[in-house]
C-alpha cells in the first residue's frame, strides 16, 4: 500500500528539488513529476518525490482526513 502526503513547499532552492514541511520535519523532495511550484503551494509526496500538486482547498481535505486516521488509530491503540 502506498501512502502520499499532502505537504507544503517551504523553498526552491533548485529547479527540480524543493524542501517540504511534514509535521515540522524539514525534508527534500524531487519535482520531476510535477510541474513548477513555489513555497506556500502543497504537494502530495511519496518515496521523496512530488507526485501531484494541490490547490489549498484539496490539500485542507486531505490533511482533514490524514488527522482523522491518525486520531482513529491513536484511540485504537489507547483501547
Known sequence: MC???PCPVVEVPEKQWAVI???GV???VGLHLVGEVRPGDYIMVHAGFAVEKLDLAEAEARIKIWEELLAFER???TS
Open 3 to 5: 501512502l502520499g502526503i
Open 26 to 28: 524539514r525534508r527534500k
Open 21 to 23: 514541511d511534514v509535521g
Open 75 to 77: 484511540a485504537e491503540q
